[in-house]
């Protein structure tokens, strides 16, 4: 029985033209039964930042409530938003912390930097930090995802065809997984708004 | 005190992908030339395609020794074969040979991960896909190996082909051209050349029509 296989998950952000987009499967099983199909993996920190969190899915909401808490923390003594950058350093902290007892998540961090700069990346569960220019996968369906991708990416794409793309390759990725999946959960962020969006796939 | 546990396997993984892809009146089989034992490269040089009858062509990755005896035993028996017939053996005549030779060593398997492509007794493209110990499927398009997982999710993106489960029967031919079907093909390596690390150095396509058989190579990534 593998941790990182017992819920399922499948998570992807990808860099656009002045803009990212994060996405990620909607399945939450446990080992092979299904529990839900609306299981939210991707939260937003703040208006120009989003953690997505795979792994196990009890870790991954401890992680998550423990780091609003150090954001909320933050807000209160900076009086302004972290920066993608500092957030994800804040993260790989954390997970080092537990380095003899993890928390078995993989974070994928997506946010807008300074001057509208789109900034992704994700680490592993001890905080390595992989910064990428092009794009960032995690989960079960990490290999194919990183295929899927591979053959898919542009660079500078505009926000509709970057949500095209990143739909595509999630959603074909997902269908070769059989712990991810019942659809997909889409965030495009521009520096102007935040469209969220469902896919429909091969509910199964 | 424990259990003493062999610490020798009779197997080894020389990685690599391959992939097949069935058109109307062709057939594309490639696969890359990388032999790898763990972290290191043996050759850059190395066919895992072997062509088994005149219009059947197979592209094996996994253990390369395995593969080299599975192909040698299937020689031999196309072989009697036409000795017994007078004729060469046709696709599907090889597809089920090769699925009798692999269940046949089902409790010490050949750790072959095979795709067989060529053209069936009416021209058309057909490739089956197999397992290590023989079941086998024929489908529109396939890949094995290491880069598999990265790879046929984009095929089933490109090539959308139906499910066997769908009624009306419908084909498991894929409506690409043939010149279409190499580029999908050249594309899905440089990508998987790129993440993941036993797939590189030279791809090596076969393309099998009506005309013959002819071979083309692509460099790739040799990191």
């Known amino acids: 029985m593998q ?17 990212f987009a994060i996405a990620s499967d909607r399945r939450l099983g446990v080992q092979l039964q299904t529990i839900a199909t609306d299981f939210q993996r991707i939260s937003k920190i703040h208006d120009r930042l989003f953690l997505g969190l795979s792994g196990l899915a009890t870790d991954a909401q401890t992680l998550y409530q423990r780091l609003v808490f150090r954001h909320k923390l933050y807000q209160l003594r900076e009086e302004r938003d972290m920066k993608p950058e500092t957030f994800a350093s804040l993260v790989s902290a954390i997970l080092y912390e537990k380095r003899f007892g993890p928390y078995f998540c993989q974070p994928v961090i997506a946010g807008l930097g300074d001057e509208d700069k ?40 505009e926000p509709e065809e970057l949500f095209e793309t990143v739909s595509q390759a999630l959603l074909a990725s997902v269908d070769r997984d059989c712990l991810s999946g019942w659809g997909g959960h889409v965030y495009v962020v521009t520096p102007t708004e935040v469209k969220e969006r469902i896919l429909k796939g091969r509910m199964d | 005190m424990t259990k003493q546990q062999a610490n020798w396997s009779p197997y080894d993984n020389n990685g690599g992908s391959c992939v097949a892809i069935a058109g109307a009146d062709y057939c594309v089989i490639a696969a890359d030339t990388r032999m790898s034992t763990g972290y290191n490269i043996l050759t850059r040089e190395y066919s895992k395609i072997c062509k088994l009858a005149d219009k059947c062509v197979m592209a094996s990755s996994g253990f390369q020794a395995d593969v080299r005896a599975l192909q040698k ?128 150095d030279k791809l090596e396509l076969v393309i099998i029509n009506a005309a013959g058989i002819r071979r083309e190579y692509m460099e790739l990534r040799k990191d």
Request: glycine share 8%; hydrophobic share 40%.
């Open chain 2, 73 to 200: 035993q299937l020689a031999a028996r196309h072989l009697i074969y036409q000795h017994q017939h007078n004729k060469q053996m046709s696709c599907p005549a090889m597809a089920q040979l090769l699925s009798n030779t692999l269940y046949y060593k089902r409790f010490f398997p050949y750790y072959s991960f095979n795709v067989l492509g060529g053209l069936d007794n009416e021209g058309k493209g057909c490739v089956l896909t197999y397992d290590a110990v023989g079941s086998y499927e024929k489908v529109g398009y396939s890949s094995q190996g290491s880069g598999s997982t990265l790879i046929m999710p984009f095929l089933d993106n490109q090539l959308k082909s139906p499910s066997p489960l769908l009624l009306p029967a419908q084909d498991a031919v894929t409506p690409l051209v043939e010149a279409e079907a190499i580029d999908l093909v050249k594309t899905v390596f440089a990508s998987a050349s790129e993440r993941d690390i036993y797939t590189g």
């Open chain 1, 118 to 157: 789109p900034f992704i990346c994700t680490m592993d569960s001890i905080g390595a930090k992989e910064l990428a220019k092009d794009f960032v996968v995690a989960g079960t369906a990490s290999e194919s995802l990183y295929g899927a991708c591979e053959s898919m990416f542009k660079e500078n794409m």
């Open chain 1, 3 to 19: 941790i990182f296989e017992y819920n399922g998950s499948a998570l992807v952000a990808m860099v656009g033209k002045n803009c």
